[in-house]
């Protein structure tokens, strides 16, 4: 990695924009999959747990592919490690459009899998972290992560919009498209400086090590998991919860004044509004992670998304009720990530912050697997998915739990490396 470019003072910079636009044209393409539900399992007949299984593969593979491109990163440099995570992330979205059987879609989604780890929150996370000033890191990974919640207000419409007028296959090629493009923007990923001085004498084994033998990893590692069960539960499966279970939208009403005629655009609708509401709610969190301890902060969140589940399953499923939880839960979507990040950044140093990060973000992808199938299997199961919705209330109550024993300081190092 190149020591050659030092951190800049402003909070604005080259390296955060560039970062920005990729995890925005990532996300928005990732946040799209759940809208595919329905279309594909109704044109080969498919049991809703075929294409669910497809999707937690790909997150299980995201999450596997996570401390994977970390490593690569620190190791040979964050630049070659987004060019592999875009070439996997275009080619399994042109192997998917050709598949017509569930296994061709579950064997390619580990390459899409890969492709989202390698552009997505642990890469850029790592580079925008050490590009910023300790001072304006928690907000420069806000900012990054508010990106990928934008990515998300778009993707769900635009794939809605793309499928009115196309078949599923080629909105995966035009996708696959959008991903290439985005290899102009990589040399705009100038790496900085890797870390404080005091952190270059120990080597990758030395800081794994220490982690994971500090039950503060591991307690972060295990809160993590609920927040990947609900994110890919949702994303997944809440378009379809909503197209089937959701009461009509009443003509002449402010939705249908808009044009949102149907449930099953309440359903994209409501996947772009949680992602409009967590831009400003993961600002909100990066800004509060300079003020107050991370680890408060993350149990408040949790708290509030189980009290916002809850009510909503306990209250008739109806348009208005979509858009309150879907502003609710936005609000708090991805605003864990920043402050995780930045917990882990705090606790055990910048200079692999990329592969710490991606081993505890495999917890949050052990969740989104668990989530999504467990929906699809759930959903055949039993007719819908008020069950499994209740199973992701109790994991995130155990979340708030669990964050507050965090020691939320730097780990003392080893005398001999002092």
């Known amino acids: 990695m190149s020591n050659s470019v030092s951190r800049s003072s402003s909070l604005i910079t080259p390296v955060l924009v560039t970062g920005c ?6 996300f ?17 007949g498919w049991a809703r747990a075929e294409f669910s299984l497809a999707l937690a593969i790909q997150n299980l593979a995201w999450g596997i592919g996570q401390p994977i491109f970390g490593a690569i990163a620190e190791k040979i440099g964050e630049r070659k490690a987004v060019v592999m995570g875009i070439g996997l992330y275009a080619l399994g979205l042109v192997l998917s459009s050709m ?17 989202i780890a390698g552009t997505g929150f642990g890469v850029i996370l790592a580079i925008v972290g050490r590009a910023a000033s ?9 900012i990054a992560t508010a990106s990928g919640s934008a990515g998300q207000v778009i993707g769900a419409p635009i794939a809605e919009g793309l499928l009115s007028v196309m078949a599923w296959p080629s909105v995966f090629l035009i996708f696959a498209g959008a991903m290439l493009a985005l290899l102009f923007l990589v040399p705009g990923l100038k790496a900085p400086q890797p870390a404080e001085t005091t952190e270059i004498d120990e080597s990758m084994g030395q800081i ?25 539960f949702i994303t997944s499966h809440f378009p379809a919860l909503v197209t089937e279970m ?38 909100l969190a ?21 009290l916002f589940s809850a009510l909503f399953i306990l209250f008739p499923i109806t348009p208005e009720t979509v858009l309150l939880f879907s502003v609710g839960m936005g609000s708090l979507w991805l605003a864990t990530v920043p402050l995780t990040s930045g917990l882990v950044g705090l606790i055990y140093g910048m200079r692999y912050m990329g592969t710490l990060y991606g081993l505890v973000f495999f917890s949050h992808q052990l969740g989104s697997f668990l989530g999504i199938w467990l929906g699809g299997r759930m959903y055949d199961a039993f007719g819908d ?14 979340s708030a739990i669990v964050h507050l024993p965090v020691r939320e300081r730097p780990l003392p190092r080893p005398a001999a490396a002092a």
């Open 208 to 232: 794994l090590g220490r982690a994971l033998r500090d039950p503060s990893f591991t307690l972060i590692f295990l809160g993590f998991f609920s927040c990947g069960y609900q994110l890919g």
């Open 286 to 306: 990066g800004w509060a992670g300079n003020h107050f301890p991370k680890k408060y902060l993350l149990a408040g969140i949790y708290t509030g998304r189980t």
């Open 99 to 115: 598949s017509v059987t569930p296994i061709g879609h579950q064997t390619w989604n580990w390459l899409i899998g890969f492709g």
């Open 385 to 398: 998915y008020t069950l499994v919705w209740w199973v992701g209330i109790g994991i995130g109550a155990f």
């Open 134 to 142: 300790p001072e304006h890191r928690s907000m420069a990974m806000a």
């Open 246 to 283: 959701c009461g009509p939208i009443a003509p002449g009403s402010l939705l249908h004044g808009l044009g949102v005629t149907s449930t099953s655009a309440l359903g994209a609708v409501a996947i772009s509004l949680i992602g409009l509401a967590n831009v400003a709610g993961t600002l």
């Open 21 to 26: 636009l990729i995890t925005l044209v990532s």
């Open 28 to 44: 928005a393409i990732r946040a799209s999959f759940g809208v595919f539900q329905i279309p594909i399992a109704e044109e080969f």
